[in-house]
């Protein structure tokens, strides 16, 4: 059975520096997709960024980068240049690729991140 | 963002009574699925569809069952609510997912009291 560990429960940082979340997985598939959901106050799950672990090169979206180690089964997500509109709950999540994959997707507990001013 | 309703927003019930939580979708997206979230659990999936009438359960999927007659509809029943499922409700849904990614519903904060 596959798993995701989030390290971290809360984490912090100024605006406009950079941070990085967690996440670890464990998993015997060779395909798989890796994703960070954000989660703001107002509860409203947001795709922030995707990794197809077939891809060795690291995936980015304007200040959100990753870190993918797939040897390692490491997937950490950096934010550059903070903003307070960052502040929400960080989910790292996987899910397996084709082969019959139904889309299920396993997450980690979080990380509650506060953007402070 | 997604076409995804879930309804109700917020819901007071009973123990011993059923409730039903609907997922309604303007993507027609052929998967959807029912994730609850408590703390320090993240999300968990309930139950999932990969199209109509074509439903297979999940993680923690005791207590609940699920419907889809259309496509742009999945209902998710608690047959007699207990307090331990107090829990946020999450509809996901899906286009393709042996490329991953779903996309979330607003989602529904149930309490069971």
């Known amino acids: 059975a596959q798993t995701v560990t989030q390290s971290q429960p809360e984490m912090s940082v100024q605006e406009a520096e950079t941070v990085t979340l967690s996440c670890t997985y464990d998993?015997?598939?060779?395909?798989?997709?890796l994703f960070w959901y954000k989660q703001p106050p107002s509860r409203q799950m947001i795709l922030v960024i995707r990794?197809?672990?077939?891809?060795?090169q690291n995936a980015t979206e304007n200040r959100f980068s990753v870190n993918f180690q797939k040897a390692a089964k490491s997937f950490s997500l950096k934010i550059s240049d903070s903003q307070l509109g960052d502040t929400a709950m960080y989910f790292c999540?996987?899910?397996?690729?084709?082969?019959?994959?139904?889309?299920?997707?396993?997450f980690g507990k979080g990380t509650k991140l506060s953007v402070k001013p | 963002d997604a076409g995804i309703t879930q309804s109700p927003r917020h819901k007071v019930t009973e123990t011993g009574t059923p409730v039903t939580l609907r997922c309604h979708q303007t993507?027609?997206?052929?998967?959807m699925y029912w994730y609850r979230q408590d703390p320090g659990h993240g999300l968990r999936l309930i139950h999932y569809?990969?199209?109509?009438?074509?439903?297979d359960k999940g993680e923690v999927s005791d207590g609940y069952s699920v419907s889809r007659s259309k496509t742009e509809d999945f209902l998710l029943t608690l047959e007699s609510a207990t307090s331990s499922q107090t829990s946020v409700y999450f509809c996901?849904?899906?286009?393709?997912?042996?490329?991953?990614?779903?996309?979330f519903g607003q989602g529904t904060r149930l309490t069971v009291v």
């Open positions: 999540a996987f899910t397996k690729a084709l082969g019959g994959s139904q889309g299920n997707l396993i």
């Open positions: 569809s990969y199209g109509v009438k074509d439903t």
């Open positions: 996901a849904i899906s286009e393709r997912p042996d490329r991953g990614a779903a996309f």
């Open positions: 993507e027609n997206h052929r998967y």
């Open positions: 990794q197809e672990a077939y891809k060795q």
């Open positions: 998993t015997s598939e060779s395909n798989y997709y």
